[in-house]
């Protein structure tokens, strides 16, 4: 009966362990900012021009490379379309265009050329949250990546993303940069 309680005992320690070590591992839901100003609008905040500038890290927290970018958004019927022009460190060009609809239930989804599906987007308060899976060059070959996307508005014309990209279930890179609305 001892040697019985004394498993218990550890299996109950491990189990607890286990729920710590997991609840540890969640990543806050977009609902905790709800309260949070300024609101960040998605059709507001992507309109127009913006100016981008952002690093990229490897696994282990290296930046690898940096990069600038210009975009332009536009709406029309409640459908938003950013358009990102990225300039690398190295000289490489690359060229993304998002296009954000309303479903049903007032939220978006989100499409782009290089996107494989559709983005899903959730707001609340000053965040938008955003995850899909991303196609990206690597040794001359296309790599599919999850990308989950956190922006925060800070400011009424800046907004900050942090990102985290993966391969299954492994974290690969992450990505931070600002967004800054500019005067047209």
Wanted: charged share 20%; with cysteine.
């Amino acid at each position: 009966m001892a040697l019985l309680m004394k498993q218990m005992t550890w299996l109950k320690t491990l189990v607890f362990v286990n729920f710590i070590l997991l609840a540890g591992c969640s990543t806050p839901d977009v609902s905790e900012y709800a309260k949070n100003t300024p609101s960040f609008a998605l059709s507001n905040f992507f309109s127009g021009p913006l100016k981008a500038h952002g690093i990229l890290k490897n696994r282990s927290g290296k930046v690898i490379r940096y990069f600038n970018a210009d975009l332009y958004g536009q709406w029309e019927n409640g459908v938003g379309t950013l358009k990102e022009n990225f300039v690398f460190d190295d000289g490489e060009k690359q060229q993304r265009t998002w296009v954000m609809t309303p479903d049903e239930n007032g939220h978006y989804t989100a499409t782009a050329n290089d996107v494989i599906g559709k983005g899903i987007i959730s707001q609340a308060g000053n965040a938008l949250f955003m995850k899909y899976t991303l196609q990206v060059p690597y040794d001359g070959d296309l790599l599919e990546v999850s990308v989950d996307d956190r922006m925060y508005k800070v400011n009424e014309n800046v907004v900050i993303n942090e990102s985290v990209l993966s391969k299954f279930g492994f974290d690969v890179g992450y990505l931070t940069l600002v967004i800054e609305k500019v005067a047209d």
